[in-house]
């Protein structure tokens, strides 16, 4: 076999190309980024028999108007509270929200809203909820926040 690289050849011969080594089918491995705090995950390694129910749940929270447009949250399986102070899980600084606001919960193989007794209400999709199976794309109004619920 010939070959050309910026103007000089070369000649190579099969006996000249080292082989590959076999790929040992049981040690094979896929990986996936897992965090729930929205910062830099850790690999995780995830075996090639886990199936789906094995993998962590995750969904995001993004904030589409109001005083922390463009932020996002990372959700997985645990509860979130909402609300304007230090004490929630996530804080939206907002002075028509209560504290806490509301909560994000993921129960049964869906994520629920829960509005906490507050004052303004928690709206999903324009109307007032005091619970709501949350579904991908749901709009969520707390305040004068407006957040998007995303789902895998």
Same mark, same amino acid.
């Given at each position: ?38 910062? =830099?995950?850790?690999? &995780?390694?995830?075996?090639? $028999?886990? *199936? !789906?129910?094995?993998?962590? #749940? +995750? ?14 949250? =990372?959700?997985?399986? &645990?509860?979130?509270?909402? $609300?304007? *102070? !230090?004490?929630?899980?996530? #804080? +939206? ?23 906490? $007794? ?35």
């Amino acid at each position: 076999m010939r070959f050309n690289i910026f103007g000089r050849f070369f000649r190579l011969s099969r006996k000249d190309v080292p082989k590959m080594p076999k790929r040992d089918k049981k040690k094979s491995q896929a990986t996936r980024v897992v965090d729930a705090r929205g910062g =830099r995950g850790k690999t &995780r390694v995830v075996g090639v $028999g886990q *199936t !789906q129910q094995d993998l962590p #749940v +995750v969904a995001w929270l993004v904030i589409i108007n109001g005083t922390y447009k463009g932020q996002d949250y =990372r959700l997985d399986d &645990r509860k979130y509270t909402i $609300g304007p *102070t !230090q004490n929630e899980d996530i #804080v +939206v600084h907002d002075d028509y929200l209560s504290s806490p606001h509301c909560a994000i919960r993921y129960e049964g193989g869906s994520f629920y809203i829960n509005d906490l $007794g507050s004052k303004n209400k928690t709206f999903v999709n324009g109307e007032p909820q005091t619970e709501w199976e949350l579904i991908d794309n749901d709009h969520i109004k707390i305040g004068q926040t407006e957040m998007m619920f995303k789902c895998l």
